[in-house]
């Protein structure tokens, strides 16, 4: 058997198993020695990828955490081309992520089976949350997010990857001539009146649904009267924030335009570099890791685990990407750490919560230069 | 012991701060001599110290002593300055006086940087404005009650104040520069750019200090002897270590003249060895995580970039060292981040300076050598050519610039 068909088996076993009922030992040791193989891969696809690996200050080979393995930080995926695994012509989709301004987005390229996993792995951990059945699919976005493409933003991602939850998609948001989106309220309206009784499925950015949706129903009074769905959303904080829309405040108001209790509204964090895993809020205001996949929050000042209680880095492991070296990804985000298996929603594991953003770092001084004083000529070399 | 620091959030109060200030310049001459006596005894009340010593703590000291600051007065000054007389020039008189209010706005990576910037307007008998970034401000309170303990008359202690308030408040930072006949700025592109936008009077002298980048270079025969090297490498540690490599004045890149029979990994295993020495005597308390970010950054994206180049660093972002060939100076990370780059010439290294370089380290075994580079350093905007193990040694002049000499008027009289 082949080192990719044997990592390919590997992988199977895990994304099989209940989500979040491993005991963490297991889990951890099964995640280890598959984590190991496929970085030895990763080395043998890749001889830049390998010399990180073979310069990390120990050797993978005999480590025996998950966090003594060598991880990238997520910046390298902002490279173009792309850090792959794969040559071109096995590339099936690439996703990228939605850059704040004046930053470069991320790119992940997605072979068939590393594309196949993610939409696998996604299944898995939603359907532990809201229950397999296939439902109305109410999408807050625009109608071109509803279709894959060949290079497809994180938004785009998000919403595809639900859709083998729905029994019909329907998106609820126009584009407007000057490049921003409206509600079409008439469609939402119509939507809300059919599926009243019904489990439905709603998705959408976080500050897609507070900005387009819940923000001008709640102006207008109007509530949908929908008690059984479950909103899901993602993308991040970082513009509600600045507008000082807090959680609590974001499920409130979801709730109450959707007519549906608060605990209906899911958060989840995840990112393209990481495909296929997605952390949603437990009930009890928690995040877990799936069986296929691990968190490791790393104190910044020495980047060791934290402990329980304690706040640090992200990292995200995975063993879903066989097409690009995203098993291990120090974040720059924040998470505490709330504790090791204790959570009382039953899933196993650490169970952390999301922190924010890690704030830019503060002008660095007199030695903080970012322009040169005479930038390079054009054109007036000598060839 | 009044507290030497007040916090201000109105401009009338800074206004009003301003007027005390220039009363005293105006009514109160103080000769170099004079200050140059409190400064030497306040360097000792500084010795008397206790527990954790803030960074650059054991330079200031050096700094405020008396042999130090002396021959800085008496070359910018000229040489009967210290009294504050008049001195001969031909058929007339010259004799320094003050500005006036001296405006310092220092940058909040460097703990003594606001002592520092006050000591140059002191000099010139000017009385002081400091704003104190809020960072520094308890640092800069330790240093001011010594000199509070040593200035006895407080003849010198009544010519400062120190403020602080918000960063983002901009009435307060004009309020300020409108007070003021000079100005010390110091800082990042951004704090500088910020600054220097604000009011200032016409007649105002605004100095600006950054930001500018460092680097060193060695020749074959320097790294290359065996015996030598791991002193060298202290010394290199050293300069990177102090100001957490956030100084204008901090290597941020060493080029290695590439020779026949050196061995670029030996020299960096010597390297490694002196930083975790270094990092064992100075541990790093604290650290952003966003500096902890861009360290993994940077040595990933050396190493994936290339897979020639090489890397040294610990499972920590406590120290880093990335080694490779290339005649560019890569981006600064700070953080105890140095490039290690071979070249085979390091005249073209100095070629492809900008003028953002500021000091260059040197470690050079032939005089003759050394004297090429120096003077094409000189030619390329460096400002600073220094041994290694010498790059943050604060002198005159700066930047280029004198530190005295501005923040004074040089008046001349023909007497009838």
């Given at each position: 058997m082949s080192a990719l068909a044997e990592i390919e088996q590997g992988i199977e076993g895990l994304l099989t198993q209940a989500p979040y009922g491993v005991d963490p030992r297991q889990r951890h040791d099964a995640l280890l020695a598959l984590l190991k193989q496929e970085l030895a891969y990763a080395c043998g696809r890749n001889p830049r990828f390998c010399n990180y690996v073979e310069q990390w200050p120990a050797d993978f080979r005999v480590a025996e955490k998950i966090a003594d393995l060598p991880y990238l930080p997520v910046g390298v995926f902002k490279e173009n081309p792309p850090l792959a695994l794969v040559g071109d012509g096995e590339v099936k989709r690439t996703l990228t992520s939605s850059a704040t301004t004046g930053q470069s987005p991320s790119r992940v390229v997605l072979d068939a089976a590393t594309a196949r996993r993610m939409a696998k792995g996604l299944i898995t951990i939603i359907r532990d949350f809201i229950g397999p059945a296939r439902r109305p699919y109410l999408v807050i976005d625009t109608p071109e997010n509803l279709t894959a493409q060949a290079e497809m933003g994180a938004r785009g991602a998000a919403v595809q990857g639900l859709r083998s939850f729905a029994t019909e998609v329907v998106s609820c948001l126009r584009p407007s001539p000057e490049g921003d989106s409206s509600i079409d309220l008439e469609k939402l309206l119509a939507c809300a009146a059919e599926w009243k009784h019904a489990d439905v499925l709603v998705y959408g950015f976080t500050y897609v649904i507070w900005t387009y949706l819940v923000e001008p129903l709640r102006h207008q009074g109007i509530t949908l009267g929908m008690p059984n769905v479950h909103v899901l959303h993602s993308g991040g904080w970082k513009r509600l924030e600045r507008q000082a829309v807090t959680r609590d405040e974001f499920n409130r108001g979801a709730a109450a335009v959707f007519g549906c209790a608060a605990e209906r509204i899911l958060d989840y964090y995840g990112m393209i570099e990481n495909v296929g895993v997605v952390y949603p809020d437990c009930a009890y205001g928690n995040k877990h890791a799936p069986a296929f996949a691990e968190i490791i929050v790393r104190n910044p000042l020495t980047l060791a685990p934290v402990r329980a209680g304690e706040q640090g880095l992200i990292q995200v492991c995975s063993v879903l990407p066989t097409s690009f070296p995203g098993f291990l990804l120090l974040t720059e985000d924040l998470a505490a750490v709330i504790g090791g298996d204790e959570c009382p929603c039953g899933r196993r594991g650490i169970s952390f919560r999301f922190a924010g953003?890690?704030?830019?770092?503060?002008?660095?001084?007199?030695?903080?230069?970012?322009?040169?004083r005479y930038p390079p000529l054009q054109g007036t070399g000598v060839a | 012991m009044s507290d030497l620091i007040q916090s201000m959030d109105s401009p009338q109060t800074i206004a009003g701060a301003a007027r005390q200030l220039r009363e005293i310049a105006r009514q109160k001459a103080i000769a170099p001599q004079a200050v140059l006596e409190v400064f030497d005894q306040w360097a000792a009340a500084l010795d008397d110290r206790g527990g954790h010593e803030a960074p650059g703590m054991t330079f200031l000291r050096l700094w405020l002593r008396r042999g130090n600051l002396e021959p800085v007065v008496l070359r910018e000054l000229g040489a009967n300055s210290l009294n504050g007389e008049w001195r001969e020039d031909g058929r007339a008189r010259l004799r320094a006086f003050p500005l006036g209010v001296v405006g310092h706005w220092p940058a909040g990576n460097v703990a003594i940087q606001p002592i520092l910037s006050l000591t140059c307007a002191l000099l010139g008998g000017n009385t002081c404005l400091v704003r104190v970034p809020s960072r520094l401000v308890s640092i800069t309170r330790q240093v001011m009650d010594k000199l509070q303990e040593a200035d006895r008359s407080g003849g010198l202690i009544e010519r400062v104040a120190m403020i602080s308030f918000d960063h983002a408040r901009m009435d307060l930072h004009e309020a300020m520069a409108q007070a003021v006949d000079g100005a010390m700025i110091w800082g990042g592109a951004d704090a500088v750019m910020q600054v220097r936008r604000?009011?200032?009077?016409?007649w105002a002298r605004v100095l600006v200090f950054g930001p500018r980048v460092s680097a060193a270079i060695m020749d074959a025969e320097t790294w290359g002897d065996r015996t030598e090297r791991s002193s060298w490498c202290r010394r290199i540690a050293r300069d990177v270590w102090q100001f957490d490599q956030q100084a204008c004045s901090s290597p941020q890149t060493l080029f290695l003249e590439r020779g026949a029979g050196c061995d670029p990994s030996e020299f960096v295993e010597d390297l490694r060895q002196a930083f975790q020495t270094e990092n064992r005597q100075h541990p790093r308390r604290q650290i952003e995580p966003a500096l902890t970010s861009a360290i993994c950054l940077v040595r990933a994206s050396w190493l994936l970039g290339n897979a020639g180049n090489r890397a040294v660093f610990p499972a920590s972002p406590d120290w880093t060292i990335l080694l490779g060939t290339g005649e560019e100076m890569p981006t600064p990370t700070q953080g105890r981040t140095l490039s290690v780059l071979v070249v085979d010439d390091l005249l073209k290294v100095i070629s492809k300076f900008d003028g953002t370089l500021q000091t260059l380290g040197l470690g050079i075994r032939d005089v003759q050598k050394e004297e090429k580079l120096a003077l094409a350093a000189g030619r390329h905007g460096v400002d600073r050519i220094v041994?290694?193990?010498?790059?943050?040694?604060?002198?005159?002049?700066w930047d280029g610039t004198e530190l005295v000499r501005p923040m004074v008027r040089l008046v001349r009289h023909v007497p009838g």
């Open positions: 953003r890690a704030p830019k770092a503060e002008a660095r001084g007199c030695g903080n230069l970012e322009t040169m | 604000l009011p200032f009077p016409h041994k290694l193990g010498r790059m943050h040694v604060f002198s005159s002049p």
